[in-house]
């Protein structure tokens, strides 16, 4: 029995969804993930939105139409990747309450409770990442620098910022790397094994070999 998905992608601004800038890569995954079995599209949605907000899904026309014909066909609402949908937890949250089954093409063995912790992840890396933005703004202000000048010494803050983030994700990620040597696996059974749970890499995308073993470095540094 064929199962039936409505796609839905997002662009995040007027200027990309006229270029059609990440757009078609979208199609690229979900068409893929339509590939690996009896799947078929009953029809696709393309939002041109920012959606920021606790509200974002009312600033949605087009996700709403897709959830719409989902709740009419009993079809489960499809995207290219999570964070196409928001790195919010509200918003995530208020999604899983409609009652309409969605998976993401990047994560599909990802339940509901593991699409959450991610929402929670994804947040709260865009918070650091802007209270960051904002205090290193603030104390180069404060110390004279013309901000938009480049060189050595205002690239420092930004590669110390860096070297912290990576050592407080694998900080996070230290229960995880600590079971898994003591499963005896082996750094490329650990890639294989941080794909399949569908956890992302540092800089989001699939595990590599080389960010494996930093991460494990990092992790019985921390």
């Known amino acids: ?33 339509l590939s690996e079995g009896r799947r078929t599209a009953l029809a696709e949605f393309v939002e041109v939105e920012t959606g920021k907000g606790a509200d974002a899904l009312q600033k949605r026309p087009e996700l709403r139409k897709a959830l719409d014909l989902c709740r009419r066909q009993g079809a489960t609402l499809l995207i290219a990747k999570l964070d196409r949908l928001a790195r919010n937890v509200h918003f995530v949250s208020g999604l899983i309450e409609t009652g309409v089954d969605f998976v993401a093409a990047d994560m599909p063995q990802a339940n509901k409770v593991m699409i959450q912790m ?80 569908g956890i992302k890499a540092p800089r989001g995308g699939c595990w590599s070999l080389c960010q494996v073993q930093r991460l494990v470095e990092r992790a019985f540094c921390s």
């Open 1 to 33: 029995m064929e199962k039936q998905f409505v796609c839905y992608y997002r662009v995040s601004t007027q200027r990309q969804g006229q270029s059609g800038l990440g757009l078609d890569a979208q199609r690229e995954v979900v068409c893929r993930y």
């Open 118 to 197: 991610h929402a929670v992840m994804s947040e709260w890396e865009r918070d650091q990442i802007s209270e960051r933005t904002k205090a290193a703004l603030a104390a180069a202000k404060a110390r004279g620098v013309v901000l938009g000048v480049s060189g050595p010494k205002n690239l420092r803050p930004h590669l110390d910022a860096r070297a912290a983030d990576a050592l407080a994700f694998a900080a996070r990620l230290k229960p995880l790397v600590v079971g898994m040597s003591q499963q005896g696996l082996t750094r490329r059974g650990m890639v294989s094994h941080l794909n399949e749970l």
